[in-house]
């Protein structure tokens, strides 16, 4: 069983000789009207494509032994956790239990990988339809396990935002942080501040058409999201890589000037000005009107590369918006810089600069503050495979998959221990990515790496296990019509 799933499952007993067959008469059963069945939905779908068998969900069992495929929310689960999930396939039925939904739409997951690869495929194939016997008892490692997105160098559609969410929900990644502002383009409409999204949305690093989620836009994408137990985490970057909101709106720069749109690749050159009482009351503005559209408990205020202020003004601004975050009811997330400030309780750092010291950071951990940790050598999905590779930058280095994989969260950074971890992310910057295409090639295969770090416990990873796993899902992605990179570290079957 365990040579399919990723991220390797905490626990797994095979029962070597048996299996579950998906025929005609394969019913999911779920209370009426739950979560469960909802969930169990999912996977009819998804059967029914591949299959073309009828794959009846309702609350009893049919008669047939072998026909039955059941998911429950159990009350007396609480060992699984918000996450985990137990399923357990034996020749007449299949069985997946969790504490929460959440759990649920785990274990589906790792159902349809143990299921043939053509079973992601979006139309009807050829059977048998095996699983193989066992039980998988399995939780997460860590609460947070994200994938970021950055929709603002080059804009990604609705649908293209989707299909990634599919994609990273396939391994149990429950974050999707969406970087919707920078200097090359302002994505997401802002109903006081109309400008935003009439002049700052209009551009894209190159000098493409750029645009921008409208709110209604953006609330489906929440909560497509959350059917499939991703969490949309929105980031407005600030004080600097905001030229496009400087370009917009003239008062907010010190000198009342707007600043010419910008479609090149260079950072750290914008500021929002500090002084001016409107630059508060603009971002108590946006951040208001996002934290309406936000389940997260987290609004993420960038806080990166500012190389136009002195520290003090930074530190200054970061303390003040802190305020209007809590405001909102919400909890600061920042990328490392931001530990320069005196931070609020709660606040979340996101560590990524590899070429900074992480002292401020492990200074915070001293008093409490939590971090998500996404080392650009290792978890930047925008950093080029090799040398020779078209896309992607290098800034960090380059990164193969094993790079992405052998790595350990809680012994990286000194004073910043498995107890300060939130969990793992791996973002992917779009400078040289234009369309979803290219957003997969760089994050397949490396994301699952992430997903694994995230996910599984220390004892279960290991890289030759990983890379064999990892060679059956080429076919996966390929019936799901992922475009990913064939990395030679890896055998890929024919
Ligand atoms: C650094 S990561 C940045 C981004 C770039 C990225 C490219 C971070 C907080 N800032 O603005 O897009 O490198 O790899």
């Not at 990723?6 to 779920?30: H, K, L, N, Q, W």
């Not at 066992?134 to 804009?155: M, N, Q, S």
């Not at 990634?164 to 149990?172: G, N, P, R, S």
């Not at 939590?370 to 040398?387: G, Q, R």
Request: proline content about 6%; charged content about 25%.
């Amino acid at each position: 069983m365990e040579r399919s799933i990723i991220p390797a499952p905490a626990s797994v007993t095979a029962t070597d000789g048996v299996e579950f067959e998906v025929t005609d008469a394969t019913r999911i059963v779920a209370p009426t009207g739950s979560e469960a069945a909802r969930i169990g939905g999912y996977l009819a779908d998804l059967l029914r494509r591949s299959t073309g068998f009828p794959v009846e969900i309702g609350p009893t069992a049919g008669i047939v032994p072998g026909d039955t495929i059941s998911l429950a929310v159990d009350a007396d689960a609480a060992d699984l956790g918000d996450e985990g999930y137990e399923l357990k396939v034996d020749a007449e039925a299949v069985t997946l239990r969790a504490h929460r939904p959440a759990g649920l739409f785990h274990g589906v997951q790792s159902l349809r990988q143990l299921l043939p690869s053509r079973v992601e495929s979006g139309e009807k194939q050829d059977g048998p339809w095996h699983i193989p016997g066992g039980t998988v008892v399995d939780k997460p490692r860590f609460a947070w396990r994200g994938a970021g997105l950055d929709v603002a160098r080059h804009f990604f559609t609705v649908d293209e935002i989707k299909k990634y969410v599919d994609e990273i929900a396939l391994y149990k990644i429950n974050v999707l942080h969406l970087h919707l502002t920078d200097d090359q383009g302002w994505r997401i409409e802002i109903k006081k501040w109309p400008e935003l999204t009439k002049v700052g949305a209009s551009t894209a690093v190159g000098g493409g058409k750029g645009g921008f989620y409208t709110q209604e836009q953006y609330a489906e994408i929440v909560q497509y999201a959350a059917e499939r137990f991703v969490t949309i985490v929105p980031e407005i970057d600030m004080p600097g890589h905001t030229n496009a909101a400087l370009a917009s709106y003239a008062e907010l720069n010190c000198d009342g000037k707007a600043r010419p749109t910008y479609t090149g690749i260079d950072v750290g050159f914008s500021a929002l000005c500090v002084d001016k009482p409107v630059t508060y009351e603009f971002l108590d503005d946006v951040l208001g009107e996002l934290a309406v559209l936000t389940p997260s408990p987290y609004l993420h205020i960038g806080g990166d590369e500012v190389k136009t202020l002195p520290a003090a003004e930074y530190a200054t601004f970061i303390e003040r918006v802190q305020q209007i975050v809590l405001k909102h009811g919400k909890q600061v997330l920042g990328w490392q810089e931001i530990a320069a400030a005196k931070l609020v309780p709660g606040a979340v750092t996101q560590y990524w600069d590899i070429n900074a010291s992480p002292a401020p950071v492990a200074a915070e951990v001293k008093g409490g503050a939590k971090v998500i940790l996404s080392p650009a050598s290792k978890a930047y999905l925008d950093m080029k495979y090799h040398e020779n590779s078209k896309l992607g930058l290098q800034w960090a280095g380059f990164v193969e998959v094993r790079d992405a994989y052998d790595w350990e969260p809680a012994t990286l950074l000194d004073g910043i221990g498995e107890d300060a971890l939130l969990g793992v992310e791996a973002p992917i910057w779009s400078e040289t990515l234009e369309d979803l295409d290219a957003v997969e090639f760089m994050a397949f295969p490396r994301l699952p790496a992430i997903a694994e770090i995230g996910w599984s416990p220390v004892a279960a990873r290991e890289w030759e296990s990983f890379g064999s796993r990892l060679a059956g899902h080429g076919p996966r992605w390929t019936a799901m019509g992922v475009n990913f990179y064939r990395s030679e570290q890896i055998s890929w079957p024919e």
